[in-house]
């Protein structure tokens, strides 16, 4: 997996509550991804990040906020859950290579009641 | 114009058979396009990829036939093994964004 950790792997929560996912590199890279996987729907970029402190939106990103605070770690906050955010959440980061070879994470799936 | 359109859903193959999956694109800019393989309970995992000046790519049993007046790219597996049951999501991107374009997913079932 690249180097990459998500925590925590599986989450339960309720409706309306605060949830933070995390997702955690060693490997020093610039660029992380935050997608949600749901059936017939693929991957969702989610968000994503360019460097600490900065990053931008992605086509699904009503409902969830970032940070970034240090390389290693970007975490996804779902501030009050729903029930449509139950999901499979990935990280990836983006290789060395000049394209955008994306290395993904083992996910976290949520459900949210 | 930024869809990548993935074709079928799901596919069932016999042993030994040859699976193919189809995607499209709009865009003419991207200028690769990967394939990522996916195992239940496993984050996607970088399978093969292609750049739009070759028509084909081939990595042992996986191979990536292109058709850049068509804007199609198709994977292929041959010799397909019960081992190959994953989904396959198609992927596309440009030289000047930092963002994949993925397709829908397609789920293959090698049966012996």
């Known amino acids: 997996d690249a180097g990459i950790t998500q925590s925590p792997r599986h989450k339960v929560t309720e409706t309306g509550t605060p949830v933070t996912l995390r997702c955690h590199q060693t490997e020093n890279h610039r660029y992380m991804y935050w997608y949600r996987q749901d059936p017939g729907h693929g991957l969702r970029l989610i968000h994503y990040?360019?460097?600490?402190?900065?990053?931008d939106k992605g086509e699904v990103s009503d409902g969830y906020s970032v940070s970034r605070s240090k390389t290693e770690d970007f975490l996804l906050t779902l501030e009050s859950a729903t029930s449509s955010q139950t999901s499979v959440y990935f990280c990836?980061?983006?290789?060395?290579?000049?394209?955008?070879?994306?290395?993904f994470g083992p996910g976290t799936r949520l459900t949210v009641l | 114009q930024q869809q990548v359109k993935q074709s079928p859903q799901s596919l069932i193959v016999q042993k030994g058979g040859i699976s193919i999956i189809n995607c499209a694109y709009e865009?003419?800019?991207?200028?690769?396009f990967p394939w990522y393989q996916q195992f239940p309970g496993k984050g996607p995992a970088l399978l093969i990829a292609i750049r739009p000046d070759v028509s084909e790519k081939k990595e042992g049993r996986f191979t990536i036939s292109f058709n850049k007046s068509a804007k199609q790219f198709s994977l292929h597996i041959m010799d397909s093994q019960p081992g190959d049951s994953a989904t396959y999501f198609c992927?596309?991107?440009?030289?000047?964004?930092?963002?994949?374009?993925f397709g829908t997913g397609t789920r293959l079932q090698v049966f012996p």
């Open positions: 865009n003419t800019a991207f200028d690769y």
């Open positions: 992927a596309a991107t440009s030289y000047n964004t930092d963002k994949l374009i």
């Open positions: 990836a980061i983006k290789g060395t290579d000049s394209y955008n070879e994306q290395f």
């Open positions: 990040s360019y460097g600490v402190k900065d990053t």
